[in-house]
């Protein structure tokens, strides 16, 4: 099998027919002209069910994660949905860290809770409480095992294959979100997950200039589900939006390795400032998932978060205060991004077990020139 880096660029990919063009063409269409009643050509009649650029997005993605098959949706969240969707029902459990995305707390308790679904937290890098909730669950009680590694925003890394040994002891399908990783840093199915899941719009579009989201799925007959909740609530991703993941996710492997040389040489310039309370990155050799990050991991990832002595108006300041880091949400992009979790990405989650620290900085590292990012963040620190 070709390596990672060759697969991203071909997989799913072959030249137009008709023209030879290298770049399959974005196919801009709702609809497609039948040969007669029922006699569709190449099984397309309408791209809410069917569209070759998704085609050629959905079946990279399989690709890259050794899946049978994936799903490109709106966004993220709207994946999650449409798998919790074809896998629970009234009754089911979900269990998640306790320092989960905080959009995928809220789906879950605001959304799936209300419909009879049972949530509960753990601290996921504790097997033996992760084992000890999955055991307490009534025999035959349909559980979702959600992991996140490394972990939104402060960085935990957890090991994916003992957690999906513990988890499918108890019969639970393990998740895993790997919007952090990519499927270049990290291959949660080689690992013994069931299903990945990804917000696209991260680091697989890597641009910012596209929302997104997918499911990849190592089983047949769940994926076939989630096929069909794709299909019947349409939350499909449009031609455009795919096409755009594709373009992004060619250069995937190659923004990913600067992403991460230059992430961890910012947070080594932090580590020690007098300003600086604590770095959360696993590239650095203290930090408790370090080991478990080197062994599950090709790299460490361009995300890191820092504490700021003095509190939330520290952080706020410098937050603020950067000038090459933009502040903004999201991340994953080839622009640096700088933001403030507890008022921005978790705001939702405050007052809860998942609240995050209001002294904490997020960063999303970029792929500018590394003297710059280090200069940036310390020159925001010395304000």
Known sequence: MPEFSTRAIHSGQEPDASTGAVIPPVYMTSTFVQDGIGRMRKG??????????????????????????????????????????AYLEP???????????????RLVHRLHVPWGVELVTVEMSDLDAVR????????????????????????????IAALAEVGHESGALV?????????????????????VAYSTTKYLGGH???????????????????????????????????????????????????????????????????AVEQVYYPGLSHHAGHEIAARQMRSFGGMLSVAL??????????????????????????????????????????????AVPENVVRLSVGIEDVADLVADVEQALDR
């Open 44 to 85: 397309y009649e309408y791209s809410r069910s069917g569209n070759p650029t998704r085609d050629s997005l959905q079946e990279l993605l399989a690709d890259l994660d050794g899946g049978v098959a994936a799903y490109s949706f709106s966004s993220g969240l709207a994946a999650e949905d449409a798998l919790l969707r």
């Open 175 to 195: 998740v895993v979100d790997n919007t952090f990783a990519s499927p270049f840093l990290q291959q949660p199915i080689a690992l013994g997950a069931d299903v």
């Open 309 to 354: 002595r003095g509190g939330p108006e520290a952080a706020v300041r410098f937050a603020e205060s950067t000038e090459v880091f933009q502040l903004a949400e999201s991340l994953g992009g080839v622009e640096s991004l700088i933001g403030y979790p507890s008022e921005m990405t978790h705001a939702s989650v405050k007052g809860t077990e998942l």
């Open 208 to 274: 910012s200039d596209v929302v997104g989201g997918a499911i990849v799925l190592k089983e047949q007959e769940l994926a076939e589900r989630v096929g069909f909740v794709q299909f019947a609530a349409g939350a499909i991703s449009g031609p455009m939006d795919a096409w755009l993941t594709v373009r992004g996710i060619k250069t995937l492997a190659v923004r990913m390795e600067r992403h991460s040389r230059n992430a961890q040489a910012v947070a080594e310039a932090l580590v020690g400032h007098p």
């Open 132 to 159: 000890a909730v999955l055991t307490a669950a009534e025999p035959g009680r349909t559980t979702v095992l959600w992991v996140e590694t490394p972990t939104n925003p402060l960085m935990k890394i957890v090991d």
């Open 91 to 105: 009754g089911s459990r979900v269990v998640m860290g306790n320092d989960v995305y905080g959009g995928t707390h």
